[in-house]
């Protein structure tokens, strides 16, 4: 594996990612963002963020073995939450564990959460991007 995930000490442990990934592969991969659409183009869960999110990840998990890679090989997330509020986290947390089990791994690289106004459309509540080392 080109990806180390670790939880240095000092720092806090949080379930949801590690605090920092060590790549040492030689590819990068820049995924764009994906956001809740279906093969097809058609959104999925609208007005559901907690199936928004879900789907964001499958469609992360599509990008990556499109190219031979998995979350495994993903160095950093960053995810846009549309009118970001802390009440949301268990929607956030659930969508990420739904994903987790719909891919069979529940994916923990270092992330960067960006509350934003608004996305490419109205339905969209979430769109997450990654970026990704292979050897």
């Not at 442990?13 to 995924?31: N, T």
């Not at 986290?89 to 994903?99: C, H, N, S, V």
């Not at 934003?116 to 969209?124: S, Y």
């Amino acid at each position: 594996m080109a990806i180390t995930l670790v939880n240095p000490n000092g720092l806090p442990k949080i379930d949801a990612y590690r605090q920092v990934s060590v790549a040492s592969g030689s590819k990068l991969v820049f995924l764009a963002g994906q956001v809740a659409w279906d093969a097809d183009g058609v959104t999925v869960g609208e007005g559901d963020l907690a199936a928004q999110v879900e789907q964001c990840y499958v469609n992360v998990a599509t990008a990556l073995a499109g190219v031979g890679a998995s979350f495994a090989d993903v160095a950093k997330l960053t995810l846009y939450v549309v009118d970001w509020a802390p009440a949301k986290m268990p929607l956030l947390m659930d969508g990420i564990a739904r994903a987790g089990k719909r891919l069979g791994d529940t994916p923990v690289p270092p992330a960067t959460l960006i509350g934003v106004a608004a996305l490419d459309v109205p339905e969209h509540l979430v769109e997450v991007e990654a970026t990704a080392v292979l050897d």
